[in-house]
């Protein structure tokens, strides 16, 4: 982690209050709920980290069909 330059974690919805707490001191990390992630957001970082919710969370609405 210390090379990392900017970090992206990733958690599920809603982001948990201790690891927000835990990383907004930490000014090269930035936090996202799952469902507000986007190629851009992951683009403009160097290291990804995502929690098992988030991972499961980003999975399910993957393969769920868009309804129109």
Same mark, same amino acid.
């Given at each position: 982690? #210390?090379?990392? %330059? %900017?970090?992206? !974690?990733?958690?599920? @919805?809603?982001?948990? #209050?201790k690891? %927000?707490?835990?990383m907004? *001191? !930490?000014?090269? $990390? @930035? !936090?996202?709920?799952?469902?507000g992630? *986007? $190629? =851009?957001?992951?683009?403009? =970082? @160097?290291?990804?980290?995502?929690? &098992? @919710?988030? $991972? *499961? &969370?980003?999975f #399910? &609405?993957? =393969?769920t069909?868009?309804?129109?």
């Amino acid at each position: 982690m #210390e090379n990392s %330059k %900017k970090m992206l !974690v990733v958690d599920g @919805d809603p982001i948990n #209050e201790k690891l %927000k707490l835990a990383m907004q *001191n !930490v000014h090269y $990390v @930035d !936090v996202l709920p799952s469902i507000g992630l *986007n $190629v =851009h957001s992951i683009l403009l =970082h @160097d290291t990804l980290v995502m929690s &098992r @919710d988030a $991972v *499961n &969370r980003i999975f #399910e &609405r993957m =393969h769920t069909p868009i309804n129109r």
